[in-house]
C-alpha cells in the first residue's frame, strides 16, 4: 500500500488518540494509570485516567486539590476560567488541565459526564473503595459545566453521596462557581430547592468550596484530602 504525503499524515491524526476511549481502542489499554491523550488542536497533554471504580465507564481526570490547596486562586473559579497547573508532572493535591482541553475531552466522543470523587487513590487498582461522597452528572443535566451563569441550577444527577446519605435520579442545586467559587453542589440549600433532599448531618458546600467546612465530609476531612474532578461516559468497548 502506497501513502502519499496527506494520506499519511490524515492517518496519523486518525490514530491519535484523543480521549482515553480512543486509547483503548487503538492500543488496547484498560487499566487506571496516567496516560498521553491528544486536545483537538493535536497538542499532547498527560493526566490520569480510571478504568475500574465505575463499572462501564471510562473516566479522565481534569482536576484534583487538597484542602490545603482549595482556597488558592485557581480553585475558587468555575470551570469556564482559565487556569492550569504548570507542572512536569500529576500531583492530586494541585493540578488542573487547561481550560481547551477540558473543553476538548468533554467534546469528545462519549463524553457524556462528569463526576466528584474524594481521596482517589492512583495507587490502587480501583481508585476508590466505595462511593462515599460521591456525585455523578451528565452534561445534559447541567449544561453549565463551562458558562458563568453564577447561580444555583436544580440539577438531575445520576447519583449523589454525601456522609453515606444518598440518591439517584434526584434533584439537587450545583451552583457553577462564577468568579467567586468552585463549583459545588449546595448542600444548605438542599433542604429547601430542587427535591429539598436532607443529607443527614452534612453541612455547607460540597465537592468544591470549602468556606463553610465540614470535616466528616472525606473531601475535607484533612489538610491533604483531596476533591477530583473527572469527564467521561460509557465504556462503549
Not at 459526564?113 to 456525585?135: A, E, M, P, V
Not at 442545586?173 to 443529607?199: Q, T, V, W, Y
Request: net charge neutral; hydrophobic share 35%.
Amino acid at each position: 500500500m502506497k501513502f502519499t504525503a496527506l494520506s499519511l499524515v490524515f492517518f496519523i491524526f486518525s490514530i491519535v488518540p484523543f480521549t482515553i476511549q480512543a486509547a483503548k481502542d487503538i492500543n488496547g489499554v484498560s487499566e487506571n494509570g496516567f496516560y498521553i491523550l491528544y486536545d483537538n488542536q493535536y497538542r499532547p497533554f498527560i493526566t490520569f485516567c480510571d478504568f475500574n471504580s465505575d463499572k462501564g465507564f471510562i473516566w479522565t481526570l481534569i482536576e484534583s486539590f487538597s484542602l490545603n490547596n482549595s482556597m488558592k486562586a485557581k480553585y475558587r473559579k468555575g470551570f469556564f476560567q482559565d487556569f492550569p497547573t504548570v507542572s512536569s508532572f500529576i500531583d492530586l493535591q494541585e493540578f488542573r488541565l487547561e481550560n481547551s482541553v477540558m473543553k476538548s475531552i468533554a467534546g469528545a466522543p462519549g463524553s457524556t459526564h462528569f463526576r466528584t470523587t474524594c481521596n482517589f487513590n492512583t495507587n490502587d487498582r480501583k481508585g476508590i473503595q466505595n462511593h462515599l461522597d460521591y456525585l455523578r452528572v451528565s452534561f445534559c443535566n447541567f449544561p453549565n459545566f463551562f458558562k458563568n451563569v453564577n447561580k444555583n441550577t436544580c440539577t438531575k444527577v445520576d447519583y449523589i453521596n454525601v456522609q453515606g446519605q444518598s440518591c439517584r435520579d434526584c434533584s439537587i442545586p450545583i451552583h457553577d462557581g462564577g468568579n467567586e467559587h468552585h463549583m459545588l453542589a449546595n448542600i444548605d440549600r438542599s433542604p429547601d430547592d430542587c427535591d429539598r433532599l436532607k443529607f443527614g448531618g452534612a453541612k455547607g458546600y460540597a465537592f468544591g468550596d470549602y468556606r463553610l467546612l465540614d470535616s466528616k465530609f472525606s473531601c475535607s476531612m484533612a489538610s491533604n484530602s483531596t476533591t477530583n474532578w473527572w469527564i467521561g461516559g460509557a465504556d462503549m468497548s
